[in-house]
């Protein structure tokens, strides 16, 4: 005669189900910001290099690449574009991708961003998105120190674009204490962050990524 094999009953699967979701949601958010996390610590580190890069290019031809002068200082060079995304390479590489993904050499209308085709940064699979788009694309923001003061005054417009999205991350009444003068005014000769992302229903979601507020600087120091 077999012996029959006793298995869970209903309740007891529910009961079962019931603490594994508990469990979830108690573990999940937080392996979620450590993710998060471990992402900003990466695209914060990739923006750095970029600083370093077009620093090192302003050394070397005297001034910063000519697409980052088309705004006043203070207004953000935003890389949302073909265009500008292309510039951006150009300035780096001294290349710029095709669609296979392959480094091609520098056409005419774009020679005047690296007229040496000089390579100043190495860019990594990791710097890019599925569709060959750096990180940030649509979100990502380049200043430069225009008027070689060694500073960055920001535009009233884009401190309150910036603390608007850091509401996300720090409470109502740590951004009322900010004090704006200060806040405005970056010391460094250029700054490259990523904000939350804006994407309006008609772009495309393929841009779209799960880090957002990443600073080149330090902005943390205006919290403490």
């Known amino acids: 005669m077999k012996k029959l094999k006793k298995g869970f009953t209903l309740i007891e699967l529910l009961v079962a189900i019931?603490?594994?979701?508990?469990?979830?949601?108690?573990?999940?958010?937080?392996?979620?910001?450590?993710?998060?996390?471990?992402?900003?610590?990466?695209?914060?580190?990739?923006?750095?290099?970029?600083?370093?890069?077009?620093?090192?290019?302003?050394?070397?031809?005297?001034?910063?690449?000519?697409?980052?002068?088309?705004?006043?200082?203070?207004?953000a060079i935003k890389i949302d574009d073909e265009d500008l995304h292309d510039a951006f390479l150009a300035s780096l590489k001294g290349k710029v991708r095709d669609e296979t993904g392959s480094w091609v050499s520098l056409a005419e209308d774009l020679i005047k961003q690296n007229r040496e085709n000089r390579e100043f940064h190495s860019f990594g699979d990791n710097e890019f998105l599925g569709d060959g788009k750096v990180i940030g694309y649509d979100d990502l923001y380049v200043l430069i120190d225009q008027d070689g003061d060694g500073a960055i005054e920001l535009s009233d417009e884009l401190v309150e674009d910036i603390l608007e999205s850091l509401e996300q991350d720090f409470s109502s009444s740590q951004i009322d204490e900010i004090d704006k003068e200060v806040f405005g005014v970056v010391n460094h000769s250029v700054i490259i962050f990523l904000l939350q992302n804006t994407l309006d229903d008609d772009d495309d979601e393929k841009y779209k990524e799960d880090v957002s507020n990443v600073f080149s600087w330090n902005i943390d120091k205006y919290f403490d």
Do not use: C, R
């Open 18 to 75: 019931s603490i594994i979701g508990i469990l979830m949601g108690i573990v999940g958010p937080k392996v979620f910001d450590l993710l998060t996390s471990s992402t900003k610590t990466k695209y914060s580190s990739i923006f750095s290099a970029w600083v370093t890069q077009l620093t090192q290019y302003k050394s070397h031809y005297g001034h910063f690449p000519p697409f980052l002068y088309e705004e006043e200082e203070g207004v």
